[in-house]
Structures are given as C-alpha cells and as structure tokens.
T-cell receptor, first 115, second 114 residues
Framework: AQSVTQLGSHVSVSEGALVLLRCNYS??????LFWYVQYPNQGLQLLLK??????LVKGINGFEAEFKKSETSFHLTKPSAHMSDAAEYFC?????????????FGTGTRLTIIP | DTGVSQDPRHKITKRGQNVTFRCDPI?????LYWYRQTLGQGPEFLTY????????KSRLLSDRFSAERPKGSFSTLEIQRTEQGDSAMYLC????????????FGQGTRLTVV
C-alpha cells in the first residue's frame, strides 16, 4: 500500500523567493514518485518524476525534487518563484512492482505568489 | 496528437438522472485510468483498463458506476441515478504499459448534481 502526506495545504512566497513544497510518502515496495501541477478548472500536468534513476530530478519550469529514501521524502523546490507558478501542486506515489498501477495522491498544496 | 481529451468539460444534471462521460486517450497508450477529484482533495483512483480489459476497480466505484473501453481506444464512464455526492471533477489519464512511465491527464469533466 502507498500513501502521501503533503505538509502545508497553503504556501505563500514572494516573487523571486525560494519555493519549497513538502511531500512525504509511505510505500511497501520501492516507489515511483511524481509531482503534478493543476491550474484552476484544468487537468494535471506532470512537473517531474522519480523512477529509481538519479535521486535529484529536474522537471519543467525550473522545478526540481530530491528523493531521500532515509527521510521518505520527495520535496519540490524552485530557486526563484514566478507569478505563473501560482497553482495547486500534487505529490503522487505508485509502487514500482508490476501490477501496482494506480497513483495515490496527496491532498495538494496551493501555492500563492506575492508580488 | 493533442493529448487526452475528455467530453463534456462541464455537466449539470438533476439528482436521479444518468450521465455518461467520454475519454479519448493518447493514441499509442494502452492503459487508461479514471480518477475522481472532489473540492480541496487530490484525485482518487476509480478504475483502470489495459487495452479493453478492466483490471482494477476501487471500492469508490459503487454499483451505480460503470466504465467501459470496448475497443481498447476511447472509454466511457456512466453514473446511474446520480446523487449530490457524485458532484466532482472526473479525470481521465492514459499511459504506456511500462511501470516507470507517467500518466497523462485530460482536462477533466466537472459534474454538478443539483
């Protein structure tokens, strides 16, 4: 079984400041981890994924995340926030074993950018 | 190919009516998923298909819900005798078979039951 905890349902940062969105996971098998972004009334867009290769993963729009097995974490960061980053962000996990196909999502973090 | 397509984008229906949603996946993707997202929550898994076979269903998928993918291409999700609690965004996603590939999501169908 898998689960995801996203600490902080709302995060506000100033434009140009560091963005840090936290995600901790639980998985009974080695996990695959994903960050998705959702704009209002839209579907989900993949930002980046970890699939057991490099632990530091770079994604689109300047985002990156680091897989830390010892901390069961996969936090999302961006060095400098832009107004267009305002959205809802979801961390998701699925097991890497065959047949474990469903994504389990966290409850999301709404990111607000302060001009 | 423009990605996963869902129709309609919005649906308002009266309680007790039946509704059907359609999803067209990315053409080469043989896996198709349905998720439900309620306000303030992350998406929750409902069911998935590999080609035309429905391989897993969530407990969330009550007897009033049925999904099909008759020719392994598009899929439909039908809700019978809708209830107010069915109001949500219904998201479709597709992927390749390989486990380490990501799911690509459609824009969703927002259902409002009045």
């Amino acid at each position: 079984a898998q689960s995801v905890t996203q600490l902080g349902s709302h995060v506000s940062v100033s434009e140009g400041a560091l963005v840090l969105l936290r995600c901790n996971y639980s998985s009974s098998v080695p996990p695959y981890l994903f960050w998705y972004v959702q704009y209002p009334n839209q579907g989900l867009q993949l930002l980046l994924k970890y699939t057991s290769a490099a632990t530091l993963v770079k994604g689109i729009n300047g985002f990156e995340a680091e897989f830390k097995k010892s901390e069961t974490s996969f936090h999302l960061t961006k060095p400098s926030a832009h107004m267009s980053d305002a959205a809802e962000y979801f961390c998701a996990v699925k097991g890497s074993n065959f047949g474990n196909e469903k994504l389990t999502f966290g409850t999301g973090t709404r990111l607000t950018i302060i001009p | 190919d423009t990605g996963v397509s869902q129709d309609p984008r919005h649906k308002i229906t009266k309680r007790g009516q039946n509704v059907t949603f359609r999803c067209d996946p990315i053409s080469e993707h043989n896996r198709l998923y349905w998720y439900r997202q309620t306000l303030g929550q992350g998406p929750e898994f409902l069911t998935y298909f590999q080609n035309e076979a429905q391989l897993e269903k969530s407990r969330l998928l009550s007897d009033r819900f049925s999904a099909e993918r008759p020719k392994g291409s598009f899929s439909t999700l039908e809700i019978q005798r809708t209830e107010q609690g069915d109001s949500a965004m219904y998201l479709c996603a597709s992927s390749l078979v390989e486990a380490n590939t990501e799911a690509f999501f459609g824009q969703g169908t927002r259902l409002t039951v009045v």
